[in-house]
């Protein structure tokens, strides 16, 4: 990956504000580059995490062979067309095939994908394949519910459109009935 090495972030920044016709001397923003710049490098983190390394060691064999279910995890994300924050909530299930993983690892997951520069279809695939490349799961499956800046702010202006997304994978695509019975269990109240 290429970064730009003649000018920081936050000197980047400053020239953005000031083309946008805005004095970036102005009290209220003479730090708002060093602050943009420690923000974005915060939003796509995920560029320097590795995702073996974040499930080193939380992967443990088990006899169990029911579904696993983490639903209403939040997600925040950056979207790659407008750098505009898109965020919501994430589901994932899987079923075992005698391998689980630590329940703080699935998040922590979501977030190696979620932070970088993305669009809600790819985060929702690249969640799913992780697990079922690292586990050998009977199935995978990821829904991903989120309301995008991009459409709210600008554009269309459509404030309360969420965009859903899934990714079904092994039993989850196969069998209706299990497909059926993870959709029951994310729209269930607590």
Known sequence: ???????????????????LGEDPKREGLLKTPERVEESL????SGYGQNVEEVIAGAIFE?????MIVLRDLDLFSLCEHHLLPFYGKCHIAYIPRRKVIGLSKLPRIVE????????????????????NEHLNPWGVAVVIEALHLCMAMRG?????????????LGGF???????AEFLHFIRKGP
């Open 173 to 179: 695509r196969t069998r209706a009935s299990t497909r």
């Open 112 to 131: 190696v994908f979620s932070r970088r520069l993305q669009i809600q279809e790819r985060l929702t695939r690249e969640i799913a394949s992780c697990l």
């Open 41 to 44: 490098r915060f939003l796509t």
């Open 62 to 66: 088990q006899d169990y062979d029911e």
């Open 1 to 19: 990956m290429t970064f730009v090495t003649e000018a920081t972030i936050a000197q980047l920044v400053e020239e953005l504000i000031a083309r």
């Open 156 to 168: 269309v202006e459509k404030q309360n459109a969420f965009v859903v997304t899934s990714e079904m």
